[in-house]
């Protein structure tokens, strides 16, 4: 096994999220917070290796706990690290894995072109999966939130 210091390798994040680190965040320098992805969190947290009900309660517990709120949560992402750590069952550290996204054609995708001019931050496979998990009503409800009346939510995305 090969050991690594960097608090931003996978391996050692991981670890801190099984053993609900909570004062992890709290060690990073400024720099390392900029680096840093609670999205990578998101999606390795919720696969591990393991028993069926292992997995099944890794997914539910991410999904309850982390993924239902997470975007509302982007400017803070201490609270979305705090909520991270709300999930392990305090077992010990678990093989987490990535999990990739169904891929999806989104290229002419009005939700996808409105997502992209509210998070410009964001690279192209975390708003294609913002557009596949968020279904019209929730993008609906996002832009109404950023100032959109019903009338120009209408003629943007129906």
């Keep these: 096994m090969v050991q690594n210091n960097d608090p931003l390798y996978i391996g050692n994040e991981m670890a801190a ?20 992805s609670t999205y990578l969190m998101l999606r390795y947290g919720a ?3 393991g028993s069926g009900d292992l997995q099944a309660y890794y997914l539910m517990a991410t999904n309850e706990r982390v993924n239902k709120n997470f975007f509302d949560l982007n400017k803070h992402p201490k609270l979305q690290w705090l909520t991270c750590t709300t999930v392990s069952p305090s077992m010990g550290k678990q093989h987490h894995y990535w999990q990739p996204a169904k891929k999806k054609d989104t290229s002419n995708n009005k939700i996808v072109k409105f997502l992209e ?16 998990i ?22 943007q995305f129906k």
């Design 117 to 132: 001019e509210i998070y410009p931050q964001l690279k192209d496979d975390e708003i294609a999966l913002l557009a596949e």
């Design 134 to 155: 968020n279904d019209r009503r929730d993008i609906e409800d996002l832009a109404r939130k950023h100032g959109w009346d019903d009338k120009s939510i209408k003629a």
């Design 47 to 49: 696969s591990v290796a």
């Design 17 to 36: 999220f099984d053993r609900k680190d909570r004062a992890y965040y709290d060690k990073f320098t400024d720099e390392e917070r900029k680096k840093f």
